[in-house]
């Protein structure tokens, strides 16, 4: 396993991570998951031993690889680092990448066995520049399987691949990891990834653990609001808490619906996903204004009173249409004060 414990971290004066403690197991991929700068990638580097710690120690199969005053060599840690850009040598040929980091010695059918386990047989004497981006992410991949090491730390490496190619590699990564036994541990900042791959997810904010967990629990019970704005698209409304009602521009709707209290008489902003209501037709309701194809399901765009629109995610078929007057009627506990959590979270 890989183990992270009470990791701080600075770049001079700058805090970067804060008492951060993670552990990554065999066989299973843990995505770490936050927004950009909230500390994913230094994480990494700190795994890898690309930068000392500062405090707190990194342990690989509870041997300390990383400890104040202690600091593994990375080619002696038995960590492999696959980067967002693949970062292949555009001198040498596939093979020749591949076996970068092998000694001289080392038979050639460890390179051969990669191809083939990369699905990059007859490609072994191109170049990168002759390389598709999804060819060249595996050839990273294989390069760093090759010198088999118990750790493989992914920094958002399919981040500018399309749509198809990014579900092929996640396939072949989840696929990969489940049978060389591997730690696996990958960033990225796409929910798509995390729902895909993850069998623990990881969420920082700020360089600190908001919340870990199973991708379900995460998408289903978020328990800070950069969580809740990881997934599902959310979108924000104004609204306040009056009693055992939330006023709303879209209905007065019932404080069953938030997912964390909120105070009485308080002003908040909402985060709420598509997903996460209902709508009926209802003559007193208001406009839909526009149907989105959302895969097997319909966005309804509805317009309130004051112009503000929101968006709700309903199953086809159905009986709703551009003109339709609807009442919405959020879900129980899905509904986020992206105010009241902020402050819960700094206090």
Known sequence: MLRFDSI???????????????????????????????????????????????QGEIHVDDQPVSAPGLHVPPEQRSVGLVFQEGALFPHLTVAQNIGFG??????????????????????????????????????ALARALAPKPRVLLFDEPYANLD????????????????????????????????TALADTVVALDDGAVVQEGSPRELFDHPTHASVARLFGQTQRIRARRSGDVI????????????????????????????????????????????LRIAG??????????????????VGRPHEIDVGTRVQVRPLRARTFPDNVANKTHSQ
């Not at 600075?10 to 770490?32: F, S």
């Not at 010695?105 to 390389?131: F, K, S, V, W, Y």
């Not at 209290?261 to 996903?273: K, M, Q, T, W």
């Not at 209501?277 to 526009?290: I, K, Q, S, Y």
């Open 163 to 194: 749509q198809a190619l990014r579900r092929q590699l996640r396939d072949a990564t989840r696929q990969l990891v489940a049978e060389l036994d591997m730690v696996a541990v990958f960033v990225t900042h796409d929910s798509d990834d995390v």
């Open 247 to 290: 006023q709303t521009a879209f209905g007065d709707w019932p404080t069953d619906c938030l997912a964390v209290e909120a105070p009485d008489h308080s002003e908040l902003e909402l985060l709420v996903r598509p997903d996460g209501m209902r709508v009926a037709a209802h003559p007193d309701g208001l406009p839909v204004t526009e």
């Open 8 to 54: 701080h971290f600075a770049y001079e004066r700058t805090p970067v991570l804060r008492d951060v403690g993670l552990t990554a197991r065999a066989g299973a991929i843990t995505c770490v998951v936050g927004p950009s700068g909230c500390g994913k990638s230094t994480l990494l580097r700190l795994a890898a031993g690309l930068l000392p710690v500062q």
């Open 296 to 313: 097997a399901d319909d966005l309804v765009c509805i317009q309130a009173d004051d112009k503000s629109v929101l968006r709700v995610r």
């Open 102 to 139: 092998l000694d001289k010695n080392a038979p050639g059918a460890r390179i051969a066995e990669l191809i083939e386990l990369t699905d990059l047989a007859g490609l072994e004497q191109r170049h990168p520049h002759e390389l598709s981006g999804g060819q060249r992410q595996r050839v």
